[in-house]
């Protein structure tokens, strides 16, 4: 399943790229960007579930703090991006490839996430169960980013921020969640 995540955020993060630089918004640059930062938590769960970490006692501790480092990852990220965009006035324009990369996104994270902490609590696998959550995190990104280019085509420019500000503060507890030994949820 990390395998399938981590190709699908390859490509979205690619493809979020684009997007946002043909559009020049930077709320879809910045959406591509914290793909491969998701990323990171499906190779750090493949780092976790092989080789002789599969039996180390050591081995979840050190994958679930992992995780929890690339949620502290995507919060300052996030934060600097809303500042950034607000002091340049910046406002993302529509684009047809990026709201066709979000909408796949929204669909299919919510399964692959849903499905990782179901899987995470099976295994006793906490590092498991963040990177659902970082998967359901892709997809509230996703549904900012869609919700934020909608909003602007009719004047109201602030909510990209608002969603993006509120997204960063979840990334920050489930990072805290996740550095304290627990498992994430919403």
């Not at 480092?69 to 990026?98: K, Q, T």
């Not at 994270?109 to 970082?134: C, D, F, H, I, N």
């Not at 602007?152 to 503060?169: E, K, R």
Request: net charge positive.
């Amino acid at each position: 399943m990390s395998l399938v995540t981590l190709g699908w955020l390859g490509l979205e993060s690619v493809l979020g790229l684009v997007a946002g630089l043909r559009a020049h918004s930077v709320a879809l640059i910045g959406w591509g960007l914290t793909s491969m930062v998701e990323a990171l938590a499906s190779l750090i769960v493949l780092w976790r579930f092989t080789g002789s970490r599969v039996f180390a006692g050591d081995a979840e501790r050190k994958a679930q703090r992992a995780v929890a480092l690339s949620f502290w990852l995507l919060a300052p990220y996030v934060v600097l991006h809303v500042a950034h965009d607000l002091a340049e006035g910046h406002r993302s324009a529509p684009s047809p490839l990026g709201i066709a990369v979000t909408t796949i996104s929204l669909i299919s994270m919510p399964v692959l996430g849903v499905a990782k902490r179901r899987l995470g609590a099976r295994l006793a696998s906490p590092a498991t169960a963040g990177e659902g959550t970082q998967n359901l995190l892709c997809a509230s990104l996703a549904a900012g980013v869609l919700i934020g280019l909608g909003f602007n085509t009719i004047g109201w420019w602030w909510v990209d921020p608002m969603v993006a500000t509120v997204l960063a503060a979840v990334a920050a507890r489930e990072g805290w969640r996740a550095w304290g030994g627990h498992v994430c949820r919403h």
